[in-house]
């Protein structure tokens, strides 16, 4: 039978769809009540596991205790010079496993908000607000609609780009109580590149080589640095468990042009300075959620506009001189306290730790940057 002859299926009408259940589709799909939702996502949980990090208030550990792989007070950043060390008293560097959360979202949708393991094809936007698409071979159409389909990174834009691996270590390791989170005794020829390590327990370790520059690395790249970090740290496998790959945007990602309203990291979610996302798609998530309950369905923006420009001024400041960034990092670490850090990194930071942050800074190459604005 031709596709002409064939019957039209019938449409399922909806009150909202959410295109791609992970981190902002599936947060949001959780908090939705009495209305009739679907969340489309194609891949399981542990298909998309890796580590999720924040630094979380007191509430935040609580809420997330369930799904945490590891939370330390303390974190530090190392160079060439020395260290610095933070120890917090209101925040705790968190990682979460991304697999428990999504796992603990889909378990917790509410009746009538259904998830549907598939792709959607085909979306279609309505004149007015929301519209249609298909997914696993039926047809859907909602009166609002929320894309978080990861946004296209253009090749020649600066991006986070990282490869890690968990590992059993063969001895216990020093200080497990230490998160580190930039070491930059690393091969800077090629960007700004540092190792990244969170004790998991005093036999294992997560420990990523994290690259900040335009162009992505041969993935044996990565591994060769990892293989030389753990070398001078005096660390010996026992056991790889893991290995995972990533690459975060760091300048404006461009929207998709479907008239479909985006969420998560396509809403423009990720830092782009640090590359961290998960808090501030919290913060837009719940704002929206609130929103839809009584009846306002704007998509909230996840980050100031005033934060994103000066994110862009540091940015540019790295993709001119990319040589300056360890010591525009460790400058940072180094004026701020332990939870003025967690602050400015969490997007919250006082004027008072801009002003230290800022005084920290090498005037001329901001300044450069600020006036090419
Ligand atoms: C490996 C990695 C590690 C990261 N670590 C951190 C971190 O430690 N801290 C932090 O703050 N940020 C981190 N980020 C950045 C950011 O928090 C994550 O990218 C986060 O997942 C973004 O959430 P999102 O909901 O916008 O997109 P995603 O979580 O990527 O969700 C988009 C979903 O859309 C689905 N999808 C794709 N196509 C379709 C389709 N046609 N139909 C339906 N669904 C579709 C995908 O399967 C995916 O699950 C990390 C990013 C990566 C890639």
């Known amino acids: ?16 769809a959410i295109i791609g ?3 902002a589709g599936i947060t949001l799909a959780s908090k939705l009540n009495n209305l009739s939702a679907v969340v489309i996502e194609p ?3 542990t298909e998309r596991d890796c580590s999720w990090a924040l630094w979380a208030d007191s509430s935040q550990t609580t809420q997330f205790s369930s799904v945490t792989k590891g939370s330390w007070q303390q974190w530090k950043l190392v160079d060439q010079d020395g260290e610095v060390v933070h120890n917090s008293n209101q925040y705790r560097y968190t990682s979460l496993s991304s697999a428990k959360y999504l796992t603990a979202c889909e378990n917790n949708l509410a009746n009538g908000v259904e998830l549907i ?3 959607a094809e085909d979306i279609v936007a309505a004149p007015n607000d929301g519209g249609s698409f298909t997914a696993a071979g039926k047809h859907y159409s909602a009166a609002h ?9 253009a090749a020649d834009s600066l991006k986070q780009h990282f490869l890690g691996w968990e590992i059993r270590t063969k001895s216990p390791i020093t200080d497990p109580q230490i998160a580190t989170l930039m070491d930059f005794r690393v091969d800077q020829s090629r960007g700004l590149h540092f190792i990244y390590a969170l004790p998991f ?7 990523e080589s994290t690259m900040i520059s335009t162009r992505l690395e041969d993935k044996d790249w990565y591994r060769q640095a990892i293989g030389d970090w753990l070398k001078l740290q005096n660390i010996e496998i026992e056991e790889t468990l893991a290995e995972e790959a990533g690459v975060i945007p760091m300048a404006t990602v461009s929207r998709r042009d ?23 798609i919290q913060a837009q998530v719940n704002k929206l959620a609130q929103g839809i309950s009584t009846g306002d369905y704007h ?3 996840p980050i100031p506009s005033a934060l994103i420009s000066m994110d862009k001024i540091f940015n540019r400041v790295l993709v001119a001189q990319p040589e300056l960034g360890v010591g525009v990092m460790m400058g940072t670490a180094k004026a701020l306290s332990a939870d003025g850090f967690a602050r400015f990194m969490l997007g919250s930071a006082t004027w008072k730790d801009w002003a230290k942050v800022i005084l920290a800074m090498p005037k001329v190459p901001f300044l450069k940057q600020v006036f090419k604005s």
């Open 117 to 119: 393991r598939a792709a």
């Open 201 to 207: 327990s005093d036999r294992r370790l997560l420990v």
């Open 1 to 16: 039978m031709s596709s002409l002859n064939k019957p039209a299926a019938a449409s399922i009408d909806l009150d909202i």
């Open 299 to 301: 998509v909230p923006a």
């Open 21 to 23: 259940g992970g981190s």
């Open 145 to 153: 609609i929320y894309d978080s389909r990861p946004p296209v990174i």
């Open 43 to 45: 891949r399981t949980p």
């Open 258 to 280: 479907n008239g479909i309203a985006c969420i998560g990291a396509a809403s423009g979610a990720v830092r782009l300075s640090s590359g961290y996302a998960f808090t501030g």
